[in-house]
């Protein structure tokens, strides 16, 4: 009898499978109570997955502007329209969302924190969210965030990824504690040369285990006054989808160094190794390619800084109005690190150029606002566009820059449609 039962235990009985079976059908009974609908092939879900109508209650859409441009659901990555971004700080219900995995929905902010740590720092440190908001001084700061992959449709021949227009981008206000100032606080080594962050986000099958996205910027991008820990976005607690409790904000550069729900951070004695940090990720080939060329990682270079780039937020395109009225139009341009030094706008295809009144940005990083006045010489159609120059002297082209094989980069001439009558 002894062996029996020893042989039992070898191997799964039929009871124990049928067990199993049973409390499979049992969880896909509740799944399918809660969605008020059956699951059609639920015997075909792979084991430990969670269904995403369950695992993402939660609706980023809700308070967002109901005219943006869902690009995809799982994960969430959404758009806006160009005329969305008229104001000089973008609330919330304009502001595009980048996910890459699921938003972390059990989130207590009174039991958050956030651990520095890494090969170059003297001993690991642990804050509270709480400590982080009294022991060190606040600042605010108005900083463009914008994909490495905004414009990505313009692209011919097409490359993979979300097909963005010109709405992956905003600018608005955060507020948080300098990187430079907690990093100094912790003690970081002399060979110090990178600094990674980790967030709560999990992929899309619910899996916890791995990082979704780990990316990072060199110790100097870290340094400067402008790289927040954030907890606010626009005077307000940041928004789930946006981060909620804290965020690492880089501006200048592409919004996916800027960590969303950031309980980690690691500095680095390398070049960080983390998710979306590899491979072909968020890089630039070093010298052109012919489209459609691969290239390899050897010849690519991580993207640092965003190039120089203009945006027309009024009117919208398509306007119609009468010629004997003047066009008011307006817009925002950015240039990454630098600052712009000139916008100019055409309604003859690039043949003459008109300089607007650009202001001065409200703080560096932060995005301005340009506008002028346009008079059209007789009724028909016309396009104005819209041409940036850095302060390096670098101007938009005002064609679709260099293919890459992901579509980085496109910062060619906005360009909008108008009709006079």
């Known amino acids: 009898m002894a062996r029996s039962s020893e042989n039992q235990l070898d191997k799964p009985s039929v009871s124990s499978q049928d067990r199993r079976s049973f409390i499979r059908k049992t969880i896909f009974s509740t799944f399918s109570a809660v969605l008020g609908a059956e699951i059609i092939h639920a015997a075909s879900i792979p084991e430990g997955y969670i269904p995403v109508a369950l695992a993402q209650q939660f609706d980023p859409m809700k308070g ?13 990555n959404v758009e806006a329209r160009p005329h969305h971004l008229d104001d000089a700080i973008t609330p919330f219900e304009n502001i595009f969302i980048r996910n890459n995995g699921l938003i972390p929905e059990d989130i207590d902010a009174t039991s958050w924190a956030l651990t520095i740590g890494g090969e170059s720092v003297s001993k690991e440190k642990t804050y509270t969210l709480a400590e982080l908001k009294t022991k060190f001084k606040p600042y605010t700061y108005q900083l463009v965030l914008e994909c490495g992959g905004n414009g990505r449709a313009g692209f011919y021949p097409p490359t993979a990824g979300n097909q963005w227009e010109e709405g992956a981008v905003y600018c608005s206000e955060w507020t948080g504690i300098r990187l430079k100032d907690l990093l100094q606080d912790v ?6 040369v990178y600094i990674g962050y980790y967030g709560t986000d999990k992929h899309l099958n619910g899996d916890g285990s791995k990082p979704v996205i780990s990316r990072g910027v060199p110790i100097s991008k870290a340094m400067q006054d402008e790289t927040l820990v954030a907890w606010s976005l626009n005077g307000k607690d940041i928004p789930l989808a946006h981060g909620y409790p804290l965020r690492l904000v880089c501006g200048g550069w592409p919004a996916s160094v800027s960590g969303k729900w950031l309980n980690k951070l690691v500095v680095r004695n390398k070049e960080h190794d983390g998710a979306k940090m590899t491979g072909d990720s968020y890089r630039m080939p070093k010298n052109p390619v012919a489209p459609g060329e691969e290239g390899t990682v050897e010849d690519m270079t991580i993207i640092e800084s965003m190039p120089v780039k203009s945006l027309i937020t009024y009117p919208k395109t398509g306007a119609m109005f009468a010629k004997s009225k003047k066009l008011n139009v307006r817009g925002h341009a950015w240039a990454g690190e ?27 990083l932060a995005w301005q606002q340009w506008s002028t006045e346009l008079a059209f010489p007789e009724a028909g159609y016309y396009e104005v566009w819209a041409k940036a ?6 101007s938009q082209p005002m064609v679709i ?9 496109n910062n060619a001439c906005h360009r909008i449609a108008v009709k006079v009558s």
């Open 187 to 192: 003690g970081i080594k002399s060979d110090a």
């Open 64 to 76: 967002k502007n109901p005219e943006m441009i869902i690009r995809s659901d799982q994960p969430w």
């Open 401 to 409: 820059p260099g293919w890459n094989p992901k579509g980085y980069l």
């Open 389 to 394: 120059t850095d302060s390096q002297g670098i």
């Open 338 to 364: 630098f600052e712009v030094s000139e916008v100019q706008v055409s309604i003859d295809f690039g043949a003459t150029w008109k300089k607007c009144i650009l202001k001065k940005p409200a703080n560096r």
